[in-house]
């Protein structure tokens, strides 16, 4: 009916398998950890590039109100040339 060796295969068995398990959560732990720590370089590389790229927004409005003002320098000079040769 029971036979001890069975019963101590089966055991043995028992244990292999929770120590197989527990080797294999330790890894995905580990590969968990890793791929958090990879995620916050990868968030705060993104979080740079938003913020330079908000800059180069700034600098690009920039760029347009100078040549705006170029714009306007131009046109007012135009304006002053047309002015003395009418007067």
Wanted: glycine residues 4%; proline residues 0%.
């Amino acid at each position: 009916m029971f036979d001890k060796r069975d019963g101590l295969k089966c055991d043995t068995q028992k244990g292999d398998l929770l120590e197989h398990l527990d080797n294999d959560l330790v890894r995905i732990a580990k590969i968990l950890l890793n791929f958090k720590g990879n995620l916050k370089i990868h968030s705060d590389v993104l979080r740079k590039l938003s913020d330079n790229i908000e800059y180069l927004k700034h600098l690009k409005l920039n760029n347009l109100e100078i040549q705006k003002i170029n714009n306007i320098r131009k046109l007012l000079s135009m304006i002053k040339e047309n002015h003395k040769k009418f007067n």
